[in-house]
């Protein structure tokens, strides 16, 4: 049921881009996204509710497909802040409201 | 300041002697939960509380109990602790259903020995 994430981890130089990406086998309610730094707790970044909706801003944004079955994060020009884990979640139908995360995306961004 | 508090951050204990991880949340939100986050895979729900007195099984319930007698708290329980409890253990909560962030806790780092 949990949803799969990939890449599992990426290294970029600050300045480039990278796309996560998020997908389930089944229609998902919404795709909720967040970002763990090392030791803290996930903070909030964004949710998409409705299939097609894309959403954030010039730097960090994020799509859900018009099935929603699958959504991706898109980080543009990265910078050292953006290093941490990125998680997607989600409710999934039939599943009551019970949330289930995706594996996490490790992201570094290197000088 | 709108937050969730988790108390205590961390805890070693031995196996077998029952411990209780205190969460509140100062937001009147619906929706709690409990998470454990083991390295490679990610967080997973133990349990969640949609309102007062309902609770619900998460992906990995098995040795923990929780109780949901005041809308702010939400406490996990370990009866009897094993080491394969060992984790960073979070407490989340959300106005009501999937379709708003989640807040969480500062986490509770609990070694089991």
């Known amino acids: 049921q949990q949803p799969v994430q990939s890449p599992q981890a990426v290294i970029l130089r600050e300045g480039e881009d990278a796309v996560i990406n998020c997908s389930s086998s089944?229609?998902?309610?919404?795709v909720h996204w967040y970002r763990q730094k090392h030791g803290e707790a996930p903070v909030f970044l964004m949710i998409?509710?409705?299939?097609?909706e894309q959403k954030g801003h010039e730097k960090i944004s994020a799509s859900f497909n018009e099935k929603k079955q699958q959504s991706s994060l898109y980080l543009t020009a990265s910078q050292l802040s953006y290093s941490g884990t990125y998680f997607c979640g989600t409710e999934i139908p039939d599943t009551g409201n019970q949330f289930y995360f995706g594996t996490g995306t490790s992201l570094t961004v290197i000088p | 300041e709108a937050q969730v508090t988790q108390n205590p951050r961390y805890l070693i204990t031995v196996t077998g002697k029952k411990l209780t991880v205190t969460c509140s949340q100062n937001?009147?939100?619906?929706?709690m939960s409990w998470y454990r986050q083991d390295p490679g895979l990610g967080l997973r729900q133990i349990y969640y509380?949609?309102?007062?007195?309902?609770?619900d099984k998460g992906d990995v319930p098995e040795g923990y109990k929780v109780s949901r007698k005041e809308k702010r708290n939400f406490p996990l329980i370990l009866e009897s602790p094993s080491p394969n409890q060992t984790s960073l253990y979070f407490c989340a909560s959300m106005i009501s259903g999937g379709d708003y962030e989640q807040y969480f806790g500062p986490g509770t780092r609990l070694t089991v020995t």
């Open positions: 998409l509710l409705k299939g097609g």
């Open positions: 089944k229609a998902l309610y919404s």
């Open positions: 937001m009147n939100h619906e929706y």
């Open positions: 509380s949609m309102n007062v007195e309902v609770t």
